[in-house]
């Protein structure tokens, strides 16, 4: 086993409809609820672009890593928020990582909605997985519970 953090890299396919869904956000256009995220780099001190899909669940807000330990999670990490963008609105939040044992029921709901664009970095875990199968994914997906400014 690995004792690095689970990443998977996008495909170049990916990469491209996350810039087309980036593009959209910017000029207005949500896909389901996504939006373009901007983190401020942890080293460039640049604010850094990446298409999200925002998820709520009782009411709070979360982003979800599906790709696991990503540049934007390490950037979160550091920053401890960001910007969220659709068109011209764009909202200020801030961002707290969740423990690894709270975070079952947000991946389930979230695998529910977005697990037709995102099942494929679970390796084989889907909403309909047992909690021990979430449970056991959780350490690869970082899950921040976001609080917008305003």
Known sequence: MSSQPYYLKGSPLNVRFNSLVGWLARHGVSLM???????????SGQMQRIPVNPHTYEGARFLVSARGHSQWVRNMRAAGGGELRVGRKVRTFTAVELPDEEKLP???????????????????????????????????????RITVEG
């Open 106 to 144: 947000i991946l389930r709901t979230y695998l529910e909605k977005w697990g037709w664009e995102v099942n494929q970095y679970f390796n084989g875990v889907t909403a309909k997985s047992s909690d021990e199968e979430l449970r056991a994914a959780a350490p690869d997906h970082p899950v921040f």
């Open 33 to 43: 609820g996504s939006a373009e995220m901007s983190v401020r780099g942890r080293r």
